[in-house]
Structures are given as C-alpha cells and as structure tokens.
C-alpha cells in the first residue's frame, strides 16, 4: 500500500512541476476557447435579432408600399438602412422606397436610395441596383453619372440590360454612333433576362432601328 502512496506521491510532485510550468499557458488557452465560443454564440444571437427586428419593419414597408402610403415608405426604409444596413432586408426596402419615389417624381429620393442601395447592397442585389440607379439617372439627364455605374463590374446575366441601358443614354446624349454599338452589342449577347418575355430583342431592334442608318 505504501509503494502505491509513494507512486501517487511522485506523480503528484511531477503534475505541480509540469503545471507550474504550463498552468497559465494551459489556463490562457481555456479561457480564449470559451470566450471564442460565447462570442460567436452571441455573434450568432445579435444576427437572428438584428434580423428579425428588421423582418418586422420591412413588413410595415410592404404594406405601406401596398397602400401607396410614399412617407411610411421612405420613413420603415430609412429605419432600414439605418439601423438594420447589414441586412437584405434593408437593401430590399431601398429598391421598394425608390420604386414609390420615382412614380412619385421624386427622383432626388430616388436617387439617394438607390445609391445607398448600389453601394451597400448584398452582390446578388447589387446589379438591380446599379442597373435602376442608371435609369433614375437617366430620367435626371445626369448621364455622365447614368454611364458611371453602368461601367462598373457585374454578373455576366445582366450584360444585356446594362448594355441596352448605356445605348439608352448614349442615344438621350445625342452620341448615335456609340449608341448604335451598345445596343447591337447587346443584341449579340442575347435576349435580357428580364420580365419583358420574347419581347426584349424585339425593343432592342427598334431601339437601333430608331437611331437610323450609321453616319
């Protein structure tokens, strides 16, 4: 029984050496573990309720778009992308608060949410936005800015609409010729993925139709 104790004894004696050389090493190494893991669960919490939160408010938008109430709109989109801008949600009360702004010919609103939108926006977002940014622009005869964001990167599946879009405003610049180039080059692309149906190639062949023959 006593060699037992006295084996007990040594390995008691070697665990306080080995911890007085390693414990806080070991210590340190426990404790950033358990706070990695209460960070990233409360990381996780602050994201579902950021989330849900902001879910909540953009339901208000929606049925204030519903309605056609323009302030409640821009006032729940606002709340959006104020407090809730890391969310998609907020990027999808911009591009409904500008939808309302521009039929209500407001395009300096317009404009501004549509901004905040191209900048901030998600990138499966991010394309719509730029893309309805230019078209606002368009409508604000501001085309040096309209060609800015249609120049700027983006998904091969919205070439189309971003090529027809610059013919757009090259052609409201008076610049027949690089017009002309736009929009055959988005002939030669193929038909826009849009809502418009079989119908886009055909408006794009009126559009360059439009602009008669090359000088």
Do not use: C
Request: no cysteine.
């Amino acid at each position: 029984m006593a060699h037992y104790d006295l084996e007990e004894q040594e390995q008691i004696d070697t665990l306080k050496t080995w911890w007085k050389m390693y414990g806080n090493l070991v210590t340190g190494v426990v404790v950033a573990a358990s706070l990695a893991v209460i960070g990233w669960q409360g990381w996780t919490w602050w994201q579902r309720n950021q989330s849900a939160q902001a879910a909540a408010i953009y339901a208000v938008l929606e049925q204030a778009a519903a309605a056609r109430d323009a302030q409640r709109v821009k006032t729940a989109a606002g709340e959006l992308t104020e407090k809730y801008g890391r969310t998609a949600y907020a990027t999808l009360g911009a591009l409904i608060a500008a939808r309302q702004s521009f039929d209500a010919g407001d395009l300096k609103t317009a404009r501004a949410q549509l901004t905040w939108a191209a900048d901030n926006a998600p990138a499966e977002f991010r394309d719509i936005a730029r893309l309805r940014l230019a078209g606002v622009l368009l409508d604000d005869k501001a085309y040096d800015e309209a060609l800015k964001q249609l120049e700027a990167a983006r998904a091969p599946a919205f070439d189309v609409r971003f090529l027809e879009m610059k013919g757009d405003v090259l052609a409201a610049q008076g610049k027949k010729a690089e017009a002309r180039a736009a929009y055959k080059a988005a002939l030669d692309k193929g038909e826009a993925p849009d809502a418009r149906g079989g119908g886009g190639r055909e408006l794009l062949r009126q559009k360059l139709d439009g602009l008669g023959s090359a000088a």
